[in-house]
């Protein structure tokens, strides 16, 4: 593939000399990591935290409810809150790596950012944008990505230099197309807020019983409107969201504990094995033991 600027063939030189193998790799900036794929990659299932990712190489597609994303070098990808997703690499070769680098959107940092910069807040009743969104870079975002990259060769830099430019990164995406979205996330009583905390609840209650007129009077909202704006957010219902984090969290409970179907089920809040094979296989494709069977075949 033809890169479309210089700035990205530099940060694809950049990061291939920190992360020289496949996969993910956490730099010496926290917060910053870079992936590397030879390959287009099987549909690889997990949740995105809120972050900053932007394709340098190749192409990368992300699945959110019924919504397909596509991005690759020219834009960027936005996630404002934690959201269950199925994301792939659907180009790379050896020749061109396919690239990711991914840098984590600390509340704490917005926060204090926004109460500093004079940027326009949207209103609070203002709709809820999709919870990931994909915008082309601006050349003072790619000059921001640049430096920021640059400092991996500088480690004495980073403890100075690096907060200010995730600083100028932060500011970049507020004055874009998708600031509205993470300020209104923010926002104290803001329907994007509400959500935000609704699905706060979700990630630490998710082996709990749903009852969505508890979690809508929890948020302040009504079971209407707190279904409208779940949705218009996440593009699924909160029943939806809740049970990918179950099948998410079973999944791992066999791989990484190793424990049998039947216990990983029950340990996120399925009272029916067959009703959690049946959600189980409709998700992943297979049923839970030959899933489990493939995946650990395939890292042999």
Same mark, same amino acid.
């Given at each position: 593939?033809?890169?479309?600027?210089?700035?990205?063939?530099?940060?694809?030189?950049?990061?291939?000399?920190?992360? !020289?193998?496949?996969?993910?790799?956490?730099?010496?900036?926290?917060?910053?990591?870079?992936?590397?794929?030879?390959?287009? !990659?099987?549909?690889?299932?997990?949740?995105?935290?809120?972050?900053?990712?932007?394709?340098?190489?190749?192409?990368?597609?992300?699945?959110?409810?019924?919504?397909?994303?596509?991005?690759?070098?020219?834009?960027?990808?936005?996630?404002?809150?934690?959201?269950?997703?199925?994301?792939?690499?659907?180009?790379?070769?050896?020749?061109?790596?396919?690239?990711?680098?991914?840098?984590?959107?600390?509340?704490?940092?917005?926060?204090?950012?926004?109460?500093?910069?004079?940027?326009?807040?949207?209103?609070?009743?203002?709709?809820?944008?999709?919870?990931?969104?994909?915008?082309?870079?601006?050349?003072?975002?790619?000059?921001?990505?640049?430096?920021?990259? =640059?400092?991996?060769?500088?480690?004495?830099?980073?403890?100075?230099?690096?907060?200010?430019?995730?600083?100028?990164?932060?500011?970049?995406?507020?004055?874009?197309?998708?600031?509205?979205?993470?300020?209104?996330?923010?926002?104290?009583?803001?329907?994007?807020? =509400?959500?935000?905390?609704?699905?706060?609840?979700?990630?630490?209650?998710?082996?709990?019983?749903?009852?969505?007129?508890?979690?809508?009077?929890?948020?302040?909202?009504?079971?209407?409107?707190?279904?409208?704006?779940?949705?218009?957010?996440?593009?699924?219902?909160?029943?939806?969201?809740?049970?990918?984090?179950?099948?998410?969290?079973?999944?791992?409970?066999?791989?990484?504990?190793?424990?049998?179907?039947?216990?990983?089920?029950?340990?996120?809040?399925?009272?029916?094995?067959?009703?959690?094979? =049946?959600?189980?296989?409709?998700?992943?494709?297979?049923?839970?033991?030959?899933?489990?069977?493939?995946?650990?075949?395939?890292?042999?």
């Amino acid at each position: 593939m033809t890169l479309p600027f210089n700035r990205y063939q530099e940060i694809a030189s950049i990061a291939a000399r920190f992360a !020289s193998g496949e996969g993910e790799f956490q730099t010496g900036i926290e917060g910053l990591g870079i992936s590397r794929r030879t390959t287009p !990659s099987a549909p690889c299932h997990g949740s995105y935290r809120p972050c900053f990712a932007m394709v340098v190489q190749g192409a990368k597609s992300v699945q959110l409810g019924t919504d397909t994303i596509n991005y690759g070098p020219g834009s960027y990808l936005l996630t404002s809150l934690y959201l269950p997703v199925v994301w792939r690499v659907v180009e790379a070769s050896p020749e061109v790596p396919h690239f990711c680098l991914t840098f984590a959107i600390n509340s704490e940092k917005l926060l204090d950012l926004l109460s500093r910069a004079n940027i326009q807040r949207p209103a609070a009743t203002a709709p809820g944008q999709r919870g990931i969104v994909v915008n082309d870079a601006t050349p003072q975002l790619l000059d921001a990505a640049v430096r920021l990259l =640059r400092l991996l060769d500088s480690p004495d830099d980073i403890p100075a230099m690096a907060p200010l430019i995730e600083q100028e990164i932060l500011y970049r995406i507020l004055i874009g197309p998708a600031g509205d979205q993470l300020i209104n996330l923010a926002m104290a009583d803001s329907h994007g807020n =509400r959500i935000a905390r609704a699905i706060s609840w979700l990630r630490e209650n998710f082996a709990r019983t749903l009852r969505i007129e508890d979690l809508a009077e929890h948020v302040n909202m009504s079971v209407s409107s707190f279904h409208h704006h779940f949705k218009a957010i996440t593009a699924m219902t909160p029943v939806q969201y809740q049970k990918q984090l179950r099948l998410h969290e079973a999944r791992r409970l066999m791989l990484i504990e190793r424990l049998d179907a039947g216990t990983a089920g029950h340990r996120v809040g399925y009272q029916s094995p067959s009703q959690f094979s =049946r959600e189980y296989s409709r998700l992943y494709g297979l049923s839970p033991a030959r899933d489990v069977d493939a995946v650990l075949s395939a890292a042999e």
